[in-house]
């Protein structure tokens, strides 16, 4: 008696233990089906007329529900035709209107000079930049600082806003 009463509590514990696997692995994959996509390692290339215009990578990529942005960490853009690099910690890339905008500190750095900043927003369509933010731009034979700009690369022009202060050396 004492046997078959073992045998018997040892199969439904065993029923009941399979019975909560199964159903962990279930909700586990429900979870996983129902939360926001990643992208580790990501690198976008963007063209204009069939040429490189810049790449973008990025160490993690979070995707929205609606598949409309990506949460970027870890940016560093590349612009070919300009030999300009920028790097920044994080950023929104709105996949519809193909805009990115920057948080925190960003840093744009060439051969000749480095531009600093809090913020950036791009228009990748439209080849145009702009900040609200704090501007530090310092070259080998100067030192600008200011408040807010903008850039328009199709007229390749770069306009700094406010409280503009330049420091030349010979």
């Known amino acids: 008696m004492k046997r078959s009463l073992f045998l018997v509590l040892s199969l439904i514990i065993f029923s009941f233990f399979i019975y909560m696997v199964k159903s962990e692995k279930v ?57 300009m690099t920028i790097y920044a910690d994080k950023g929104l890339y709105d996949l519809t209107n193909k805009s990115l905008a920057i948080d925190g500190k960003v840093v744009a750095r060439n051969n000749s000079y480095s531009i600093t900043t809090e913020n950036i927003e791009l228009d990748s369509k439209a080849g145009n930049l702009k900040t609200e933010g704090n501007v530090k731009i310092e070259g080998r034979r100067f030192n600008l600082q200011g408040k807010g700009m903008t850039v328009d690369n199709n007229e390749k ?12 050396n010979n």
């Open 27 to 83: 909700n586990t994959l429900d979870i996983k089906l129902k939360g926001e996509s990643f992208i580790e390692g990501l690198k976008m290339f963007h063209k204009i007329n069939g040429k490189p215009d810049w790449v973008l990578t990025a160490k993690r990529a979070d995707i929205s529900k609606n598949n409309d942005k990506a949460y970027l960490t870890e940016i560093e853009m590349t612009l070919q035709n300009k030999g």
């Open 157 to 168: 022009k770069v306009k700094v806003l406010n409280n503009v202060k330049a420091i030349f």
